[in-house]
């Protein structure tokens, strides 16, 4: 099986006491499903492209303190994906002298993904890759050893609706807070919705390359799911499309050797994909001690790029 048996334990708890798949999961078996559903984006523009776009225009501000003194920038990836939306970042920076590449993400078989693109478009490039899962553990140390050497900057970047697909975004961010120094950068690239014109969102999720990434890591463990099955939903109140798998008849599935029943008729949440107004993902950032050094949405208004530092905490 794909997972350590920390993480079955962890799946087998999700499903067994609250019904979920956690989406994390689906990276490690399912990362084709995901380079799939990423090509297809591009392919058609949406989403993913709209946020390539931004980011190039976005450049110049964010990384207006790299000055000649600076002879090493480590470009830190959260989620790395396949890489390829780390490559204009790459090609902006291209006159720095030592540029280091750092992929981190919970599934292996993605940062290699991301490690053969980059070194294919440059080829000199260093790499250092970090399997971690950070939504649980910071990444403090590897960084700290990779930045002791002076004139270096370290600029995090969180791309692709990573920030959205978590289930706690305060938790989420405040966790790679700690992995950032004070003058550390992170950039996120997120979509941002009309709260009010879910239907237009609903769509990118019924996509077939989605149920294939999301319901990958119950057909890795054995359970038959079918497409019918799949049903993207609209939650109003907590701003998020929420997917699941309604069952059209009993199922088990057996994770570090404990068998998991479900009867006809129930659901197992797949994801949830939390959807930011401007103002929401603003407020998000401020609360948990990020300072917003650059916001920018796109003409559409469908994604944003913000650039945030850490401040230290003052009492109100
Ligand atoms: C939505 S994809 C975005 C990929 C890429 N950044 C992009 O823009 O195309 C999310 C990425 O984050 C990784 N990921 C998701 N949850 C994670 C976690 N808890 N810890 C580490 N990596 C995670 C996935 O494996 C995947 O590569």
């Given at each position: 099986?794909?997972?350590?048996?920390?993480?079955?334990?962890?799946?087998?708890?999700?499903?067994?006491?609250?019904?979920?798949?956690?989406?994390?999961?689906?990276?490690?078996?399912?990362?084709?499903?995901?380079?799939?559903?990423?090509?297809?984006?591009?392919?058609?523009?949406?989403?993913?492209?709209?946020?390539?776009?931004?980011?190039?225009?976005?450049?110049?501000?964010?990384?207006?303190?790299?000055?000649?003194?600076?002879?090493?920038?480590?470009?830190?990836?959260?989620?790395?994906?396949?890489?390829?939306?780390?490559?204009?970042v790459i090609n902006y920076l291209k006159t720095v002298p030592n540029i280091r590449y750092i992929p981190v993400d919970i599934s292996e078989n993605m940062i290699l993904e991301a490690k053969k693109t980059l070194?294919?478009?440059?080829?000199?490039?260093?790499?250092?890759?970090?399997?971690?899962?950070?939504?649980?553990?910071?990444?403090?140390?590897?960084?700290?050893?990779?930045?002791?050497?002076?004139?270096?900057?370290?600029?995090?970047?969180?791309?692709?609706?990573?920030?959205?697909?978590?289930?706690?975004?305060?938790?989420?961010?405040?966790?790679?807070?700690?992995?950032?120094?004070?003058?550390?950068?992170?950039?996120?690239?997120?979509?941002?919705?009309?709260?009010?014109?879910?239907?237009?969102?609903?769509?990118?999720?019924?996509?077939?390359?989605?149920?294939?990434?999301?319901?990958?890591?119950?057909?890795?463990?054995?359970?038959?799911?079918?497409?019918?099955?799949?049903?993207?939903?609209?939650?109003?109140?907590?701003?998020?499309?929420?997917?699941?798998?309604?069952?059209?008849?009993?199922?088990?599935?057996?994770?570090?050797?404990?068998?998991?029943?479900?009867?006809?008729?129930?659901?197992?949440?797949?994801?949830?994909?939390?959807?930011?107004g401007e103002e929401n993902l603003a407020e998000e950032l401020n609360n948990v001690g990020f300072r917003i050094d650059f916001f920018a949405t796109n003409k559409k208004k469908n994604t944003c790029i913000a650039?945030?530092?850490?401040?230290?905490?003052?009492?109100?």
């Open positions: 099986m794909y997972l350590t048996k920390n993480q079955e334990l962890e799946l087998l708890s999700a499903l067994d006491s609250r019904g979920e798949s956690p989406l994390k999961f689906a990276y490690i078996p399912g990362y084709k499903e995901w380079i799939n559903v990423a090509q297809k984006s591009r392919e058609e523009h949406s989403i993913q492209f709209e946020e390539d776009l931004l980011k190039i225009e976005s450049f110049p501000f964010i990384f207006r303190e790299i000055t000649d003194q600076i002879k090493t920038v480590n470009i830190i990836d959260f989620g790395c994906g396949d890489g390829v939306p780390i490559l204009p070194k294919n478009k440059f080829p000199k490039i260093e790499i250092v890759s970090i399997i971690s899962d950070f939504e649980k553990g910071e990444i403090l140390e590897d960084i700290f050893q990779l930045t002791k050497s002076t004139n270096t900057r370290n600029y995090f970047f969180l791309l692709g609706n990573t920030l959205g697909n978590s289930n706690n975004t305060e938790k989420f961010l405040s966790n790679l807070k700690l992995s950032m120094f004070s003058e550390d950068s992170l950039i996120i690239g997120n979509q941002i919705a009309n709260l009010f014109a879910s239907s237009k969102f609903i769509k990118y999720y019924q996509a077939k390359e989605v149920y294939n990434l999301v319901t990958s890591t119950l057909r890795n463990y054995g359970m038959k799911c079918a497409f019918e099955e799949y049903t993207v939903r609209w939650n109003v109140r907590q701003k998020q499309i929420e997917t699941f798998l309604t069952l059209r008849e009993d199922k088990k599935i057996t994770i570090a050797s404990y068998p998991v029943s479900f009867e006809k008729g129930e659901e197992i949440l797949l994801f949830t994909s939390k959807k930011f650039s945030v530092t850490p401040t230290r905490y003052k009492s109100e």
